[in-house]
């Protein structure tokens, strides 16, 4: 389903705690900004707060001697960033990569622990919000894998939608290198092959969702999967 454009943008993992539960969390967090190419921690990095993305999102990368590799995930407002904290760790595992600019509640470590010790129900969610990462990139090595260079670019071109609410991407030649791990060649092919199917335009940089059913049809089932996952866990 295409995002509602007059629709406010907002978490929702908060939206799926109890009012009372939701307004006493909110009440610790502070309301940032993030913007585009900010790091929020690398690997290893101790994490000192947990965000909850409303229209912001955030590119979760595997790195190899400090080195981009692959991007294993996107989070927006869908999900948490630091949400290794609910598992009782406290460094990274991931390059957390701001990628679309915007807002998101944040939460210190400390806070969040008391939160989480008073609050069942935010365990909850987050314990299967967890079980959902896990559910996908699992499935994206098996993507890269198996699946055909234009079904993984139609995936994340949807699952870049959804995070920014918007039809219009600004991806470069390298943030969708790392989306698919291939090199420029791929990228040119594979994005011409759906301009010629007239479901996506690219023009100096920004990427135009044209037909997003037409787009969804020519993703691979992963695209699906992960919102089936997310579904049935947690909306």
């Given at each position: 389903m295409t995002p509602d454009p007059l629709r406010p943008i907002l978490n929702r993992l908060l939206e799926a705690l109890p009012l009372a539960a939701k307004a006493h969390l909110l009440e610790r967090?502070?309301?940032?900004?993030?913007?585009?190419?900010?790091?929020?921690?690398e690997p290893g990095d101790v994490i000192h707060h947990i965000h909850f993305p409303?229209?912001?999102f955030v590119s979760l990368v595997s790195t190899v001697d400090g080195h981009d590799g692959l991007q294993t995930g996107m989070v927006g407002n869908e999900g948490a960033l630091g949400y290794e904290l609910s598992l009782d760790v406290q460094s990274?595992?991931?390059?957390?990569?701001v990628q679309?600019?915007?807002?998101?509640?944040?939460?210190?470590?400390?806070?969040?622990?008391?939160?989480?010790?008073?609050?069942?129900?935010?365990?909850?969610?987050?314990?299967?919000y967890v079980c959902v990462l896990l559910m996908e990139f699992g499935r994206s090595g098996l993507c890269?894998?198996?699946h055909q260079i234009e079904e993984r670019l139609a995936r994340w071109l949807l699952t870049t939608q959804d995070c920014a609410h918007?039809?219009?991407?600004?991806?470069?030649?390298?943030?969708?290198?790392?989306?698919?791990?291939?090199?420029?060649?791929?990228?040119?092919?594979?994005?011409?092959?759906?301009h010629t199917r007239k479901l996506i335009d690219y023009r100096r940089g920004v990427i135009t969702i044209t037909d997003r059913e037409g787009l969804e049809n020519a993703a691979c089932d992963c695209y699906r999967a992960n919102r089936r996952s997310y579904t049935h866990l947690i909306a």
């Open positions: 967090c502070d309301s940032v900004e993030l913007a585009t190419a900010q790091i929020l921690y409303t229209s912001a990274a595992p991931l390059r957390a990569l679309g600019p915007g807002m998101a509640w944040r939460l210190t470590a400390q806070s969040f622990a008391q939160e989480l010790a008073q609050n069942t129900m935010l365990k909850r969610i987050l314990n299967r890269n894998r198996f918007s039809a219009h991407l600004a991806l470069t030649h390298e943030v969708l290198g790392r989306m698919l791990g291939v090199r420029r060649v791929g990228i040119t092919n594979a994005a011409t092959a759906l």
